[in-house]
């Protein structure tokens, strides 16, 4: 299943060059760049202990491709190197977490962040107004580099312990799929601005029935730049 995924994440975008070709005078390409922010979600839940998924900044960069195919209507395709950072907060004090029941006083705190660059592809419908551009679609993900940081400090009866691991390669899927949605301002006969939504249905989160799930999500700003002549 997974390889099969692989083959259609890369060959639907020759496909669209492939077509972009044979449909003359109705397409446009160009690049874009965006910043925004973007979180991890964890599922993870306990009376124990108190867990916090903040969005850090985030962003993408690549190219985009557009087919008009009716006077309102169009289909788009984009390649883009996506940045997805995380960070979530864990705390926990003896009085409510197992972990110090026999210790007088006891707190614990972890800092977890991940790094993962993807490789992604969204594909979507965008309908126009005028100058405005409304489109939703799916974005599919390969990751092609992860990393992370876990950082701890924990007082147990008076006395402080810390800790700082830095880790390459952490422990997700190579895959994440999930609907994109977006809104698009032409400026300028070639320049517009955007602003995108994602949010990933994977769990990407690897290894058999997790105790917890990270689902993917992001919200992008930024510019749109149409290369050569729009027709």
């Known amino acids: 299943m997974r390889t099969r995924k692989l083959l259609i994440f890369f060959f639907i975008l020759p496909t669209l060059f492939f077509f972009s070709n044979e449909v003359q005078g109705q397409s446009k390409f160009g690049i874009k760049a965006s910043g925004g922010l973007s979180r991890i979600i964890n599922s993870m839940k306990s009376e124990n202990a108190a867990l916090n998924t903040q969005f850090a900044p985030s962003g993408q960069a690549g190219l985009f491709f557009t087919f008009q195919f009716e006077k309102k209507s169009m289909l788009s395709a984009e390649f883009l190197l996506s940045q997805i950072e995380g960070k979530e907060i864990l705390e926990t004090k003896n009085d409510e977490n197992i972990w110090f029941?026999?210790?007088?006083?006891?707190?614990?705190?972890?800092?977890?962040?991940?790094h993962i660059t993807y490789l992604s592809l969204p594909i979507y419908y965008g309908l126009r107004?005028?100058?405005?551009?409304?489109?939703?679609?799916?974005?599919?993900?390969?990751?092609?580099?992860?990393?992370?940081?876990?950082?701890?400090?924990?007082?147990?009866?008076?006395?402080?312990?810390?800790?700082?691991?830095?880790?390459?390669?952490?422990?997700?899927?190579?895959?994440?799929?999930?609907?994109?949605?977006?809104?698009?301002?032409?400026?300028?006969?070639?320049?517009?601005?955007?602003?995108t939504?994602?949010?990933?249905?994977?769990?990407?989160?690897?290894?058999?029935?997790?105790?917890?799930?990270?689902?993917?999500?992001?919200?992008?700003?930024?510019?749109?730049?149409?290369?050569?002549?729009?027709e």
């Open 129 to 195: 107004f005028n100058r405005l551009t409304i489109n939703a679609g799916f974005q599919g993900s390969y990751t092609f580099s992860s990393s992370g940081r876990s950082k701890s400090e924990a007082t147990l009866n008076g006395t402080t312990y810390t800790s700082d691991e830095k880790m390459d390669n952490i422990n997700i899927k190579k895959i994440d799929l999930g609907p994109r949605a977006g809104i698009i301002y032409q400026f300028i006969e070639k320049l517009a601005i955007e602003g």
């Open 197 to 230: 939504y994602y949010y990933g249905f994977n769990n990407i989160q690897k290894g058999d029935a997790p105790i917890w799930k990270l689902k993917v999500q992001q919200i992008t700003f930024g510019i749109r730049y149409t290369l050569g002549k729009e």
């Open 101 to 114: 029941q026999q210790l007088d006083n006891g707190y614990f705190k972890n800092m977890n962040y991940r």
